[in-house]
């Protein structure tokens, strides 16, 4: 009864990890998304029946999916170690929640917008990208405290010294910082702003040239620095995940290395050992 047990879990592994099966999954995925956008046109009000049964079928899809996930795992328990499973599992079992309930429509609806997001669970690459973004924030936030100390410094110097150019600009600190938040995304910064400006105070390029300075190329590239580093960082534990890719390779090398070098050094103490032996039986004969 294990061997018969063993060899389903083999086959629904193979079933789970075959591309074929990843790319039906992606394209269900992608039909619930559109089917989601389609119930926000009145046109397709008079498919409403077939578009119910549709949802329902791409529910119980996913139930399966999700089902044959777990029983290829050895143990039910492994399957919840990893954050993305239980995303999954949260996502598609709230999935049933039953849409006629008045009280719980906007939420079941919500939840089946959130299906959307399982690509991201399914997809690799768009793993690595947003486990990317959420632990390069820590870093990012500090340099994001950065622009904030800058942008605030600015703004006080800006209502100093331009509040009588344009009132709707410079009034306050809180409207100023906001007009540099417009210069630097370079939204008709120049024409709204700097012009107008400097036609009252010619030199005001300087305060706002070095703004850009500031934002546009220091803290900027320091935030794709920061962004690039851990993306970089991330590749390297997918592939040592993997086992495919440089860094997996890398890796095995230096383990190998490291397995050669131990053995390197257990056959020069074996040697050194009989050497000392036969030397010692030299000079007792």
């Known amino acids: 009864m294990s061997e018969k047990a063993s060899n389903w879990r083999d086959h629904l592994e193979q079933l789970r990890s075959s591309r074929l099966f990843e ?20 046109q397709t009000s008079r498919f409403e ?6 949802d329902w079928g791409i529910i119980l899809f996913f139930l399966a999916e999700i089902i044959i996930r777990i029983a290829a795992e050895k143990q039910i328990l492994h399957f919840f170690k990893k954050g993305w499973n239980i995303f999954d599992f949260v996502i598609i079992t709230a999935s049933l929640l039953p849409v006629e309930n008045a009280e719980l429509v906007f939420v079941a ?10 690509l991201v669970s399914i997809i690799p690459e768009l793993r690595i990208l947003l486990e990317t973004l959420v632990k390069s924030l820590p870093r990012t936030s500090y340099v994001a405290l950065l622009m904030l100390i800058i942008f605030y410094i600015y703004g006080a110097v800006g209502t100093f010294l331009f509040q009588d150019v344009d009132e709707k600009l410079w009034e306050n600190i809180a409207l100023a910082m906001l007009t540099l938040f417009q210069v630097a995304t370079f939204e008709s910064w120049a024409t709204a702003v700097l012009y107008p400006t400097m036609e009252h105070y010619p030199y005001s390029w300087i305060y706002f040239l070095t703004f850009i300075f500031f934002n546009a190329f220091i803290f900027l590239n320091m935030m794709i620095g920061i962004v690039l580093d851990v993306m970089q960082k991330q590749s390297a534990k997918h592939e040592l995940e993997t086992g495919e890719g440089e860094a997996a390779d890398v890796h095995w090398l230096r383990k190998h290395v490291a397995q050669q070098q131990a053995q390197l050094n257990r056959i020069e103490a074996l ?15």
């Open 271 to 285: 040697l050194n050992s009989k050497a000392e032996q036969k030397i010692r039986k030299t000079m007792n004969e």
């Open 23 to 42: 790319t039906l999954v992606i394209s269900i995925i992608i039909v619930a998304a559109l089917l989601i956008g389609m119930k926000t046109f009145e």
């Open 109 to 118: 609806r919500l939840l089946r917008i959130f299906r959307v997001l399982r």
């Open 49 to 54: 029946r077939i578009m119910y049964w549709l």
